[in-house]
């Protein structure tokens, strides 16, 4: 990468603002102290913090007071409306010299150089709509948790090749055909956004269980997002994550799978693309639950192995995701893609 110009000096503490880090706080008074703090260490500091208080009722905002002695940090305050509405809301409330924002978690933890590493590779990158780093799990004492589980996750970025998708090289741009299965580019405080891109993409949608999911694919309909292969990152895990529902994280990817497949992307090579992810998809588990039942009925677990085998017979036969899974009401934010 090329060195960065003078006006991103890591130092040019008086300079306006060039990133807006947008936290939606909810009751989480016991881990924004070590949140905040991880921003306002960065060596990068042309940067603003907007903590969105969303009708905590804990201590959460107190703290976030505390720490606005830093004169980069703002709370704003909101009746709880949700994770949407506070990170659009923050949004709103960027610098107009911003041209980048970043949706911070509450419980996650940043490297001291994350953001000036995303920085400087969207500098470089006028083409990409964000630039992402890896997330590993901390536990809620922020000591390693199943380390270099999640860099797997996020690593395992797939490409449709003759009707098979086969691994994709860690290095390539990741588009929205990468993320139509699975979101790997998880959590949304690994992602740097192009401020402008955001704005094409239309912000949070509230109708969504995985509304950061599907935002990260409208986002990749704008432009590419390029990965950083470093594990910079502190994805908290503990007992009141909502990723940790796993029933609400199937009706969640449904959702997600359901709306992308169904809508209209504006080309009609990506849409047949999608399409064919998705017969690939279902027929790699089909292949995989058919021969898992079938040996479970070898090994004498014959109801288990047919049931397998049925749930195989299942994914063969879903040519599509219904439409019935994506949610129907009316956009809460009101912002269109």
Known sequence: MTSQPTDLRPDARDAQPLVTIVIPLYDGGRFIRQTLESVLAQGFARLEVVVVDDGSTDDGPAIVRELAADPRVALVTSPHLGVCEARNLGATRAAASSRYLLFLDADDVWHPDTLATLIEVLENRPDAAGAFVLADYVDAEGAPLHPGDFPRHMRSRED???????????????????????????????????????????????????????FVVRLAEVGPLVPVDRVMVGYRRHASNASGDRARNVRGARQVWSAVYHRRSGSPDADRRIRRIWRAHQARVARRKLGEGRAMIARGQVLAGLARVTDGMAHALLR??????????????????
Request: glycine fraction near 6%; include cysteine.
């Open 160 to 214: 449709l090749v003759e009707g098979r998708l086969v691994p994709r090289d860690l290095d390539a741009d990741v588009g929205a055909e990468h993320l139509f299965l699975a979101n790997l580019v998880y959590p949304p405080s690994c992602l740097l956004i192009r401020r402008s891109a955001f704005d094409r993409a239309g912000g949070f949608d509230s109708r969504f269980l995985a509304e950061d999911w599907e």
């Open 320 to 337: 599509w995701p219904p439409r019935a899974w994506a949610p129907h009401r009316e956009r809460a934010s009101g912002l269109e893609s």
